[in-house]
């Protein structure tokens, strides 16, 4: 079989065969259909990284049908359409039981009204549940979220779904802000032509808003983040979900007085009732990534989805590779 492979030096994205994987007992192969490039993890800490990677670290997240299953595994079948966190490869093996009750679902049924390809963003959707959960968003509250990448997009959406508050996207993209006007929110500010702080001081008639989320990221986010945290009102919270920044940031002591800080995500206890709520939302239509998806590749073309994403990002949203033109 194939499957995507980074070698020493930088940008160096190859597709190289290797043997077909055999399941464990407790463990399903999957026949891949549709990968979903992750922007953030894939291009910030792997592509432009000078060492080698982990072939098992190049993916994110993988939609396709059961072809194998291992003795103890009786809730999957062969035909189960799934999506899971993987590797893009043709064919991987994944863990199906859960290991401990505070296990990670690795493997996942689709829903029969997702399609393979709005599939692959269930796990990102599943974490954009729990994100919006732990903000803990009022009805009355102004809501920021910065950065409309495939993160911050789908935050803004499920903040959207949750039905609470006035939600406002920040980009300095074109293509980014016209998506996220389509997919619902209420304001949209383009910071490549608007002072971003005085609009959000404008819409709070001064006072700043109630949450900031952060979800930037990357070598743009150092710049992004202090404008990040003067839009922030006092007693409001500032989520921080942007990584791979490779430099400190911003973070004085006078400007956090009075403001909560979350960083990403936290568990307590199984994610069971996110998972199934993200691809809810999915099935629903009320997250759309059949909007977000904006280049489709064959997948032994995935060393030129990565060159685009990481040198055309303005044209660029959700980038899938196709192993099957069927799925």
């Not at 894939?42 to 072809?67: C, N, Q």
């Not at 996110?274 to 691809?279: E, F, P």
């Amino acid at each position: 079989m194939k499957r995507a492979a980074k070698p020493e030096g930088k940008f160096n994205v190859v597709v190289e065969e290797v043997p077909v994987p055999e399941p464990g007992p407790t463990e399903v192969r999957i026949k891949s259909v549709r990968s979903l490039i992750s922007r953030g993890s894939e291009i910030g800490a792997r592509y432009t990284r000078e060492h080698a990677v982990d072939p098992e670290s190049m993916g994110y997240s993988l939609a396709g049908i059961v072809d194998a299953v291992g003795v103890e595994v009786t809730h999957l079948g062969p035909g189960d359409r799934v999506v899971s966190l993987a590797p893009h490869a043709e064919y991987v093996v994944r863990e199906a039981m859960y290991k401990t009750p505070d296990s990670q679902n690795q493997v996942y049924p689709i829903a029969d009204d997702v399609t393979f390809e709005q599939a692959t963003y269930w796990p990102l959707v599943a974490g954009a549940v729990t994100w919006v959960d732990i903000e803990e968003l009022a009805r009355d509250d102004l809501v920021v979220v910065v950065g409309q990448g495939l993160v911050g997009s789908l935050i803004m959406q499920a903040q959207k779904a949750n039905g609470n508050g006035t939600i406002v996207a920040v980009d300095t993209l074109e293509l980014r802000c016209d998506m996220a006007a389509k997919l619902g929110a209420d304001i949209v500010i383009n910071a490549s032509k608007q002072d971003a702080v005085a609009e959000v001081r404008r819409l709070s008639n001064g006072v700043g808003a109630d949450t900031v989320v952060y979800a930037v990221g990357g070598a743009a986010g150092p710049k992004a983040f202090g404008p990040a945290l003067d839009m922030l009102a006092s007693g409001g919270t500032l989520h921080l979900v942007g990584l791979y920044e490779d430099q400190p940031l911003p973070l004085t002591s006078g400007a956090v007085q009075r403001r909560r800080i979350i960083g990403g995500y936290y568990r307590r206890g199984p994610d069971a009732a996110s998972s199934r709520r993200g691809m809810d939302l999915l099935a629903s239509g009320r997250i759309a990534p059949e909007l977000m998806t904006t280049h489709r590749y064959p997948f032994d073309q995935v060393a030129d989805a990565f060159e685009l994403l990481y040198n055309r990002i303005g044209e660029t949203l959700g980038v899938v590779l196709e192993f099957d033109a069927a799925g």
